[in-house]
């Protein structure tokens, strides 16, 4: 089984910086993707970044202004985002799709979520 473990958020100010960090444990081949969802309230759960082999992908409210980077040997992905505005306020989400085996198909996992309060 796979664990995705996340750690960061909380509350911060309008035109703040915040790093979520996931680690990803378990049995795992490959990391074909790892990257971040959010949902506000009321809300669907959207894209804010995904790390693929071929490149980081951002929602367009975050591009620009924010950034990812994954390290393979720590099985880890990090977001960074500044100029944080109350808009941004949701429960960000890790998600990987990840192969257990070399010839496993991928799956895709979720970690628990983690509250991202942008207020002043």
């Known amino acids: 089984q796979v664990q995705l473990v996340e750690s960061g958020g909380g509350l911060v100010q309008p035109g703040g910086s915040l790093r979520l960090s996931c680690q990803a444990s378990g049995i795992i081949f490959s990391i074909q993707s790892m990257g971040w969802y959010r949902q506000a309230p009321g809300k669907r759960r959207e894209l804010v970044a995904v790390?693929?082999?071929?490149?980081?992908n951002f929602a367009d409210s975050v591009k620009g202004r924010s950034t990812i980077s994954r390290d393979n040997a720590k099985k880890t992905v990090i977001l960074q985002m500044n100029s944080l505005k109350p808009e941004d306020t949701a429960v960000y989400y890790c998600n990987a799709l990840i192969r257990g085996t070399v010839v496993g198909v991928p799956q895709e996992y979720w970690g628990q979520g983690t509250q991202v309060t942008v207020s002043s």
């Open positions: 790390s693929t082999s071929g490149g980081a």
